[in-house]
């Protein structure tokens, strides 16, 4: 667990992002944050939190995309909320209390991304049961009982994210917490998740999971995949589940 | 039958106090202008089930966008228990 998350220069995802990714991100809401009018139009009726949030998180999007040499454009949600990219990008944003950041890349370098930020806390009571499979919840316990630093439930949970939101773009198909297995790596900040539906086909090849990176400091869980467009899909380490 | 003030109860609750008082919640209120998020949107889908011993269509659930859909689908889920 790292001790301050903003000793960081740039910005603390790109720790866990292949150098391909752009990333960008913001520990409090910018007061200037400013949006696109259809952007705007987006939080017209939002609570004062939500727009605020928003904002910075879209900021974030501009800035990443400014990162990789795209010109900034309205990042409207699209098809199941997520994120609409201009084209021959992926994207992904994450936004929790204290935190919000956005990763693009460009479509020829990497298939889809997905990243995922959670206070480093438990979760509620009841939802472990609700999210984790046997095999997953057996892990927790254990990687708790050894390092209570961090929330190793709410870690499982940001990991899932990430993969529906990897997933999503590539599907346009729900994924349920159950369907998909993940193998966390207590020592080596990696993940491994298993598909236990049918993966999507990407380059000729049936993608069978994915392989994602983690970190956690005192205040948060952060959990990204990125899938690299050529060389091979399988996740670096085994899902032993 | 679940109505919109229980679903509303719950979401404030859910929210911790967060939420300005004089905000406004009625069926075409948007779960996201709340800034509720999705975790926060499970546990009250979670809660439902559990308090109404029901299960709502998983498909459904995820594709909620406002407090009067959430509504709908609770009932919807209930009824079908009901037959």
Same mark, same amino acid.
């Given at each position: ?31 200037? #944050? %400013? !949006? ?7 939080? =017209?009726?939002?609570?004062?939190? &939500?727009?605020?949030?928003?904002? /910075? ?63 480093? #806390? %438990? !979760? ?7 999210? =984790?499979?046997?095999?997953?919840? &057996?892990?927790?316990?254990?990687? /708790? ?86 060389? /091979? ?9 | ?83």
């Amino acid at each position: 667990v790292r001790d301050d998350a903003r000793a960081f220069s740039r910005s603390l995802i790109e720790e866990i992002l292949p150098a391909s990714v752009a990333s960008a991100d913001a520990f409090e809401d910018a007061a200037d #944050a %400013r !949006l696109f009018p259809e952007e705007e139009a987006v939080v =017209a009726r939002a609570v004062g939190s &939500r727009r605020r949030q928003f904002a /910075t998180a879209r900021a974030c999007a501009h800035r990443a995309l400014a990162e990789l040499g795209v010109a900034a454009v309205p990042i409207l949600p699209g098809e199941g909320g997520a994120p609409c990219w201009p084209p021959g990008v992926v994207g992904s944003i994450t936004h929790t209390e204290g935190y919000r950041a956005s990763a693009v890349a460009h479509a020829n370098e990497v298939i889809t991304l997905g990243i995922d930020a959670e206070p480093n #806390a %438990r !979760l509620p009571r009841g939802i472990l049961g609700r999210i =984790a499979l046997e095999a997953e919840r &057996r892990q927790v316990r254990e990687f /708790t009982a050894t390092d209570p630093s961090v929330c190793w439930d709410r870690l499982l949970f940001s990991a899932k994210e990430s993969v529906y939101k990897a997933w999503f773009p590539l599907t346009r198909r729900r994924l349920g917490f159950e369907d998909a297995a993940v193998d966390l790596d207590r020592g080596r900040g990696g993940f491994a998740a298993r598909l236990l539906v049918a993966g999507p086909e990407v380059e000729a090849e049936t993608l069978w999971g994915f392989a994602g990176r983690w970190l956690a400091t005192e205040r948060l869980v952060i959990t990204a995949i990125a899938v690299p467009s050529r060389g /091979t899909h399988m996740p670096s380490v085994e899902p032993r589940l | 039958m679940i109505t919109v003030d229980e679903v509303a109860g719950l979401i404030r609750g859910e929210l911790r106090g967060k939420l300005p008082a004089d905000t406004t919640i009625d069926e075409s209120t948007r779960l996201e202008d709340l800034g509720m998020s999705s975790l926060q949107v499970s546990e009250v889908v979670f809660t439902l089930e559990e308090q109404h011993e029901t299960e709502f269509d998983p498909a459904r659930a995820a594709d909620v966008k406002t407090l009067g859909e959430l509504v709908a689908l609770a009932n919807d889920s209930l009824s079908a228990a009901a037959q």
